[in-house]
């Protein structure tokens, strides 16, 4: 067994699809559908066969629910490795995504924190033995 | 062979695609030769949708009011969506929601037929695939109304049979679209 795939429920599949590849950097990886489902993932371009995230649609009540509490909660629905967290929080930035929280130095590592505008928070991580920097 | 083993879908039927900016809907019109009241039954029985449909629906969708989940058949992940059903003028009209896609059916009765017409607005990329899918369903439709009932064929089990690449290519070509993946 291996993990393979992670998700994010977002609110549009289209727009998702434009912030995950445009704004943060990943590419499309996989896209087709059964009937009203789409299957499509993203993958970065450092790992192309590395761990794909699917961006999943909110088509469901519970995955509403779900994704406005985590939200309300200032949850992250999703945590991102990086190996410059500064760097990737000015050029995120620089595309005209929205921060909750700015490079931060936490126990073990520096998060910084984003708003996907598809519902959800995704948290950057740094961990500090990777600091190259 | 059994009937299911040696079916092949025929020609591509001839279908409209309306665009409206994003919104692209499809339009499929099949003549079958069984009554309304008979079709209508097949499109809103849990029992006769699961031998045909590209879901299946946890109680009738034929009765306007109603709640009823449906479960996409082939998804990659299961894939459970709640409809309210917003009109059924039985055995005429038929309207709900399939996670997102409006879907409305017409029957109208022709000599002993009928002519079944489906609207369904489905993302852009993947018409010409959805028009190949529901042609299948619909020929799956004809042989389960006739009584010689071939099982579903949905989602991958569709791809598998002969005739599927050269159907959606039909489709592709009549609106124009490239042919996705699949």
Aim: hydrophobic share 40%; aromatic share 10%; charged share 25%.
């Amino acid at each position: 067994m291996k993990i393979k795939v992670a998700s994010v429920y977002v609110d549009d599949q289209d727009k998702a699809l434009r912030f995950y590849t445009e704004v943060l950097g990943f590419a499309k990886k996989a896209d087709f559908s059964q009937g009203p489902f789409r299957w499509l993932t993203v993958a970065s371009p450092e790992e192309p066969d590395g761990t794909e995230l699917q961006l999943a649609l909110n088509d469901n009540p519970a995955a509403k629910a779900y994704q406005q509490a985590m939200f309300q909660q200032g949850q992250p629905a999703a945590m991102l490795f990086t190996d410059d967290v500064k760097g990737d929080y000015e050029r995120i930035k620089g595309r005209g995504a929205e921060f909750t929280m700015p490079p931060t130095d936490v126990t073990g590592s520096t998060i910084a924190v984003l708003n996907d505008s598809c519902g959800n928070r995704i948290q950057l991580t740094q961990l500090a033995r990777r600091k190259t920097r | 062979m059994t009937a299911r083993e040696q079916y092949t879908p025929g020609p591509a039927s001839v279908a409209q695609v309306r665009k409206d900016g994003e919104k692209w809907t499809l339009i499929l019109v099949r003549e079958l030769h069984h009554p309304p009241a008979k079709v209508w039954q097949a499109l809103t029985d849990p029992a006769q949708l699961r031998e045909w449909a590209p879901f299946d629906a946890d109680g009738s969708l034929g009765t306007v009011g109603t709640r009823v989940k449906l479960t996409t058949v082939g998804a990659p992940t299961p894939h459970v969506t709640e409809t309210t059903v917003t009109r059924a003028d039985a055995p005429k009209a038929l309207e709900y929601n399939w996670g997102g896609f409006d879907m409305r059916w017409q029957l109208e009765a022709i000599g002993g037929g009928t002519r079944l017409t489906l609207w369904t607005n489905i993302d852009r990329r993947f018409i010409s695939m959805g028009a190949a899918g529901w042609h299948v369903c619909f020929d799956v439709l004809d042989h389960l109304l006739s009584g010689t009932p071939l099982g579903r064929i949905v989602g991958p089990e569709a791809m598998k049979f002969a005739g599927w690449q050269r159907l959606h290519a039909e489709y592709a070509k009549q609106f124009g679209v490239e042919t996705p993946r699949g």
